[in-house]
Each structure stands twice: as C-alpha cells, then as structure tokens.
Nanobody, 118 residues
Framework: QVQLVESGGGLVQPGGSLRLSCGAS????????MGWYRQAPGKQRELVAR??????DYADPVKGRFTITIDSAKNTVYLQMNGLNAEDTATYYCNVVSRRGFTRYETWGQGTQVTVSS
C-alpha cells in the first residue's frame, strides 16, 4: 500500500501563492497517476489537476494559475498555486493511483487546508 504525506497549505492573502507537495512511499508499486483534488465546505470534492499517462488536466477555474508537476525520482507531486482567490479556499487532497502486479490502488492524502483571505 502507498502512503502519502502532504504539506504546504496555509493562510494566504488574495493574489498570493502557495505550493503544495505530496510524497508517496511504499514498496513494489508503480505510480500511474498523481493529482490534486479539493473540497470546500458544503461542496463535493472536485478535481484540481492531474497527471496520468503523460497527460495533464486542469479544472477550468485554475487553468493559467495553477501548475502541477511531478518529481519522479522522489515520487512527489507538487501543486504551484498562483493568483489565489477566495474561491480557492478548500481542503486540498493528494490522490495517487498505483498498481502492484495486477492490483490497482487509489490512495488519498490526509488533506491540507488552504485559506485565502485578507
């Protein structure tokens, strides 16, 4: 089973930036996708950005402001968030899809809070 450790959330003013990171650890697994989701109070969890099979997808509200990258050597995914606004306030969750042999696993991070407020 893959274990995830997230970091990088916090309080930031509108227009500011934050970088989230999520490191994956475990043995004998192959990562096939890494991404970030978020959930605001009273709303469903939604995709923010995801890298899978060499393709990168962004939710429309974050296009041009957020950038997702992966350091494969460290099994770590980053989310650089620029131009933050109040609508970005949410708990952000890392998501990793991996496989060991023929078994597929989907693992969620513990969540990190991002609050955008003046």
């Amino acid at each position: 089973q893959v274990q995830l450790v997230e970091s990088g959330g916090g309080l930031v003013q509108p227009g500011g930036s934050l970088r989230l990171s999520c490191g994956a650890s475990g043995s004998s697994f192959i990562i096939t996708a890494m991404g970030w989701y978020r959930q605001a109070p009273g709303k469903q969890r939604e995709l923010v950005a995801r890298i899978s099979g060499g393709s990168t997808d962004y939710a429309d509200p974050v296009k041009g402001r957020f950038t997702i990258t992966i350091d494969s050597a460290k099994n770590t995914v980053y989310l650089q968030m620029n131009g933050l606004n109040a609508e970005d306030t949410a708990t952000y969750y890392c998501n990793v899809v991996s496989r060991r042999g023929f078994t597929r696993y989907e693992t969620w991070g513990q969540g990190t809070q991002v609050t955008v407020s003046s």
